[in-house]
């Protein structure tokens, strides 16, 4: 089933042509639980990984356990989070050569891994050859909260606007003029209309807090977006404008619940970064090796 973001309210290039240049492409994901193969996109679901390249680990040997608990000691098989296949997502800009990205992080990423910059994988599918029957299981004392349960894919794109990515000089010039669409429709621009939340590749990051764009270590240019990993597909009231239809409810537009009551839309793949942020990925596609780089925020 394809996953349809509805469309906006209003007209916010009509309203707001400032935004006009600042308008960025993105692909919502909208992972829904399910049994990935390693043939499919998926987050959370087995990569196709060459039987012959070694599986990858954390580069750090200690990780401080949580709350006090026993630390992890010794080697750490990283998790995979996203993989992509080309002819699902064709709008990404793989490299020359390649049909595959894949991501994967260490599963202490949040705040407890002194080295914890995930690692980004383009590659071609043809030249996996036999592929890895299965991801060596993680280690007992992980967090689950950042271990992404599989879950298929249905990508859809759709166009972002900056919230807190908004420019300095544009920011007060256009603050009063949204107050006057939220006095007169209820809709938050940065809440409802601004950029979409979730699990996306591309457009701006989904940020909670302050962006932190990195910069890149060799050429030193601003790293660009690759992909925002969200603990919800949607927060709060803000299902109003990003959830979609397929997932609501026909009478209260909220969403659909299944048998035992879930939403299966909400957080499909069980993670929760902090306090309901995220894991923010970028890359610098100016260098040739695309070195990349994360920052992770909370509420």
Do not use: N
């Not at 938050?188 to 457009?203: F, Q, S, T, V």
């Not at 919800?232 to 979609?244: F, I, M």
Request: charged share 25%; proline share 14%; with cysteine.
């Amino acid at each position: 089933m394809t996953r349809t973001t509805p469309k906006r309210a209003v007209d916010l290039e009509q309203l707001f042509p400032e935004l006009v240049p600042l308008r960025r492409d993105a692909v919502r994901l909208h992972p829904r639980a399910g049994s990935p193969s390693a043939a499919e996109s998926s987050v959370g679901g087995p990569p196709l990984w060459p039987a012959d390249e070694p599986w990858p680990l954390c580069p750090s040997t200690s990780h401080p356990g949580e709350w006090g608990g026993p630390a992890a000691e010794g080697p750490v098989p990283l998790v995979p989070v996203v993989q992509i296949h080309r002819r699902d997502v064709p709008q990404l800009a793989f490299p020359a050569g390649t049909d595959l990205l894949q991501v994967l992080w260490c599963p202490f990423i949040i705040g407890r891994c002194p080295t914890a910059t995930p690692l980004v994988r383009w590659r071609s599918s043809e030249e996996v050859g036999p592929a890895l029957a299965a991801v060596p299981p993680t280690v007992g004392t992980a967090p689950k909260d950042s271990i992404p349960a599989p879950c298929v894919l249905h990508p859809e794109p759709v166009v972002d606007y900056p919230s807190w990515d908004m420019p300095e000089d544009l920011g007060p010039e256009l603050r009063v003029r949204m107050e006057e669409l939220r006095a007169r429709t209820g809709l938050r621009y940065g809440y409802h209309l601004a950029e979409a939340p979730g699990i996306k590749l591309g457009g701006y990051p989904g940020w909670t807090q302050e962006p932190c764009w990195p910069d890149c270590p060799t050429c030193g240019r601003t790293m660009e977006h690759l992909l925002t990993v969200s603990s919800w597909e949607y927060d709060g009231q803000s299902y109003r404008t990003w959830l979609p239809l397929e997932d609501r409810d026909d009478e209260t537009g909220e969403e659909r619940r299944d048998a035992d009551g879930g939403r299966g839309a909400h957080s499909p793949a069980g993670l929760m970064i902090g306090d309901a942020g995220g894991v923010y990925v970028f890359e610098c596609r100016s260098c040739p090796d695309r070195p990349v780089d994360h920052h992770w925020d909370c509420s």
